[in-house]
């Protein structure tokens, strides 16, 4: 079956760069990273020219993005560290406007977008998956002090944190579960990366990322048995077990055998630093009440250091929504909301249409209410997979939006 729906049988410009540019979204230990330049590249060349003639959606994204960067800007003045407000500043600029720009270029020219992306994160998500294999086994042990975390148990792949690199496969799993199901070519390349994902999902041994990817499985296990034929859907469900039972043994084989049980007990328990970041979650939020104008982009992590000098390991919000109340004031959380809100509204609108889209969007969403939950724990505001998950929701409800209106 044919699960692109395009606007016009156009050719995608630019389509080639499009695998390459999101495989290099895997590979961001440093700042900027490469992705980030070719992002740009792509923003400018390839994306842009498709935001004049975007549609309705797209002209609501676009005025929050504007107003969510006025309310960043008049928060500039009191900032502690105007340097790293106007550095954070342009981050979320970029970001959001990443965002944005993608989804209107998946508005013009369909799902073949977001395939061509997931097969740049599949080969990005594959590379990392081998040298993390190398690396346990001593192959290529000299990249140990970057793929892993700084206890050598904790997988981290080429990002900084554990944290973000597990969230940042669940858009891959999903994927590639979604294309299982829908028995489209290569089927088993789909249910393997699938299966990875999964399995370094759980090696991150990061707690939020085990959260994040059992609700995002969840939701689109829901979302899909309410929308599909329930028969064809339970057998390869099946299938999805059957190859996981038969992964386990290459999950048991990347940790030492005999640690296994004492690092996943000692994972599943409160860790030295879940106290400090309760206490900071605390103080932020008093913060944000005591200042309803917000103390500036990029402070929260500037304030702690200057004024928590009692913590020692937890040194940022790890929580998406105080620091934004904390740093843009109450109508900046108040826009924040709003946006979240009407991302999770469209995306599940797009559900909701039974058409050839209908997996995508129920796999955008997924991801991206597990992402909103992460939140809650992480700071997600500069996630780039996380403006990804964003784009993909608007620019289907705009590919849908704009099939209504022809």
């Known amino acids: 079956m044919n699960m692109t729906l395009t606007t016009s049988e156009a050719r995608m410009p630019y389509q080639k760069m499009l695998p390459l540019v999101f495989a290099t979204s895997f590979f961001v230990f440093v700042e900027p990273a490469p992705f980030d330049l070719l992002a740009c590249l792509l923003m400018v060349f390839a994306f842009f020219p498709y935001l004049k003639s975007s549609n309705i959606p797209l002209k609501s994204f676009t005025v929050w993005s504007v107003i969510f960067t006025l309310l960043q800007i008049l928060t500039l003045p009191p900032s502690i560290d105007v340097g790293q407000g106007i550095k954070y500043l342009a981050i979320t600029v970029y970001l959001n406007v990443f965002g944005l720009l993608l989804a209107a270029y998946i508005g013009r020219f369909g799902t073949k977008v977001i395939d061509c992306i997931m097969w740049g994160m599949y080969a990005g ?29 904790r997988m981290r792949g080429f990002f900084k944190d554990p944290n973000v690199f597990g969230p940042a496969l669940i858009p891959v799993f999903i994927y590639g579960w979604m294309s299982f199901q829908q028995k489209s070519s290569y089927r088993m390349i789909h249910m393997t990366m699938a299966l990875v994902a999964a399995i370094l999902i759980i090696l991150t041994l990061s707690r939020g990322a085990w959260v994040t990817f059992l609700g995002a499985a969840v939701l689109y296990y829901g979302l899909t048995l309410w929308s599909s034929n329930i028969r064809k859907f339970f057998s390869s469900m099946i299938m999805v077990t059957i190859g996981t039972v038969l992964m386990i043994p290459l999950m048991w084989a990347a940790l030492d055998a005999a640690d ?23 103080m ?23 004024y928590y000098t009692n913590v020692k390991e937890a040194d940022a919000a790890h929580n998406t929504y105080l620091r934004v109340a904390f740093e843009q004031g109450w ?42 939950v992460s939140g809650l724990t992480v700071d997600t505001l500069h996630w780039r997979h996380f403006w990804i998950e964003v784009a993909f929701i608007w620019g289907i409800y705009a590919l849908s939006f704009r099939q209504k209106s022809e």
């Open 260 to 282: 296994v049980k004492e690092i996943f007990e000692d994972r599943l328990t409160l860790q030295s630093y879940d106290e400090e970041r309760f206490y900071i979650h605390h």
């Open 284 to 306: 932020l939020a008093e913060a944000s009440l005591d200042n309803a104008y917000g103390h500036g982009p990029g402070q929260s992590n500037v304030h702690i250091r200057t």
């Open 331 to 372: 109508l900046g959380i108040l826009a924040y909301m709003i946006f979240v809100i009407a991302t999770a509204w469209v995306g599940l609108k797009a559900c909701l249409n039974k058409n050839a889209v209908t997996p995508y969007a129920i796999m955008s969403l997924s991801i991206f209410a597990a992402s909103v």
């Open 125 to 153: 998500a594959a590379i990392t998956a081998v040298v993390l294999l190398t690396t346990k086994v001593g192959v290529t042990g000299g990249l140990a002090d970057i793929v892993l975390a700084n206890d050598y148990t």
